[in-house]
C-alpha cells in the first residue's frame, strides 16, 4: 500500500505564488510517473502537470509558463511551483503517482486566489 501525503495548500492574492508537495510513502517499488491533477466547483478534473521518472514534463495548457513540476526520486516527493496565480486556479489540488501495479492518489488540498 502507498500513501501520499500534500501540503502548501492554501489562500494567496492573485499574482501571489505558492508551492505544493506531494510525499509518497509504503510499499514503493517503483515509481513511474507523478503528477497533479486539480478540480474546480462545477467542473470537470484537469490535468496540470506530469512529469517522469526520467524528469520529461507535461503541462496543461492553462498553466503552461506559470507552473513548474519537479519531483526528488530519493524523497518520493513531486512538487509543483505556481507563479503569477490567478483566480481561475482556484480548485483542490490531487496529486498522483504511477507504480507498476496501479496508480494512487492523495486526498487533495485547496488552493485558494482571491483578494
Known amino acids: 500500500q502507498v500513501q501520499l501525503v500534500e501540503s502548501g495548500g492554501g489562500l494567496v492574492q492573485p499574482g501571489g505564488s505558492l508551492r505544493l508537495s506531494c510525499a509518497a510513502s509504503?510499499?514503493?517499488?517503483?515509481?513511474?510517473?507523478m503528477g497533479w491533477y486539480r478540480q474546480a466547483p462545477g467542473k470537470q478534473r484537469e490535468l496540470v502537470a506530469t512529469?517522469?521518472?526520467?524528469?520529461?514534463?507535461n503541462y496543461g495548457d492553462s498553466v503552461k509558463g506559470r507552473f513548474t513540476i519537479s519531483r526528488d526520486n530519493a524523497k518520493n516527493t513531486v512538487y509543483l511551483q505556481m507563479n503569477s496565480l490567478k483566480p481561475e486556479d482556484t480548485a483542490v489540488y490531487s496529486c498522483?503517482?504511477?507504480?507498476?501495479?496501479?496508480?494512487?492518489w492523495g486526498q487533495g488540498t485547496q488552493v485558494t486566489v482571491s483578494s
Open positions: 512529469i517522469t521518472g526520467g524528469g520529461s514534463t
Open positions: 498522483f503517482v504511477q507504480t507498476r501495479t496501479r496508480d494512487y
Open positions: 509504503g510499499s514503493i517499488f517503483s515509481i513511474y510517473d
